[in-house]
C-alpha cells in the first residue's frame, strides 16, 4: 500500500501529452458562436414575452386594488371638526 489515489498502479503504453496554454486560441470561433447565441436569443423571445408581459399586468393591478382598498374614505372624516 502507501501509494497516494490515483498512482496505485502504473499504466504502460499510453503517452499523456498536454497542450501549453500559451499554444491555445484564447476565443475560438467567437463571431460564429456570438451569432449563434443572438439567434437562440432571438427564437426564444416570443415564447418568454408574453408570460413576462401577463405576469407585469397581473401584479400591476394587483399593486393598484391594493391601495385603492386600503385608501380612507374622505367622506367618512367631513364632519369631525
Do not use: C, W
Not at 43 to 57: A, D, E, R, V
Not at 58 to 65: L, P, S, V
Amino acid at each position: 500500500m502507501g501509494h497516494q489515489f490515483g498512482h496505485l498502479y502504473k499504466i504502460r503504453r499510453i503517452v499523456y501529452f498536454r497542450l501549453s496554454p500559451y499554444e491555445q486560441k484564447a476565443f475560438p470561433n467567437i463571431v460564429e458562436s456570438a451569432a449563434a447565441l443572438l439567434q437562440r436569443a432571438i427564437n426564444q423571445l416570443g415564447l418568454n414575452t408574453i408570460p413576462f408581459i401577463l405576469t407585469y399586468g397581473i401584479i400591476k393591478y394587483g399593486n393598484e386594488a391594493n391601495v385603492a382598498h386600503n385608501r380612507k374614505n374622505p367622506k367618512d372624516y367631513e364632519n369631525d371638526s
